[in-house]
């Protein structure tokens, strides 16, 4: 069975910056997207940013410049996070677009159908 497993949360001081990294495990016929959600205090999950099969990458415009989202492989997504502020504390998703099941939540061109647990990222002033 598919899983995704997110890594690289943690705490750092406003203006720092932060990498997570997203793994695939149990799949191997790759995705159509992958992307990263965050759910900050008093806000629904949002998508921040996204990267679809062709290499069409998408962000969400309180992220654009200071993120940027990457593949290693067809199952490794990674989120570089610089210059984090206070704003940006909350729990990042890493979801997929598997073909597996439902998709739950859209955003951009894609909906999602698997959702890692999140990781806590924590900015401090």
């Known amino acids: 069975q598919a899983q995704v497993v997110e890594s690289g949360g943690g705490s750092v001081q406003a203006g720092g910056s932060l990498k997570l990294t997203c793994a695939i495990n149990?799949?191997?016929?790759?995705?159509?997207?992958m992307a990263w959600f965050r759910r900050t205090p008093g806000k629904e999950r949002e998508g921040i940013a996204s990267?679809?099969?062709?290499?069409?990458i998408t962000y969400a415009d309180a992220v654009k410049g200071r993120f940027t989202i990457s593949k290693d492989d067809k199952n490794t997504l990674n989120l570089q996070m610089n210059n984090l502020n206070t704003e940006d504390t909350g729990t990042y998703y890493c979801?997929?677009?598997?073909?597996?099941?439902?998709?739950?939540?859209?955003?951009?061109?894609?909906?999602?159908?698997?959702w890692g647990q999140g990781t806590q990222v924590t900015v401090s002033s």
């Open positions: 990267i679809y099969m062709d290499g069409d």
């Open positions: 979801a997929a677009d598997l073909g597996l099941g439902i998709r739950t939540e859209y955003w951009g061109r894609c909906g999602y159908d698997t």
């Open positions: 149990g799949h191997q016929y790759g995705s159509r997207c």
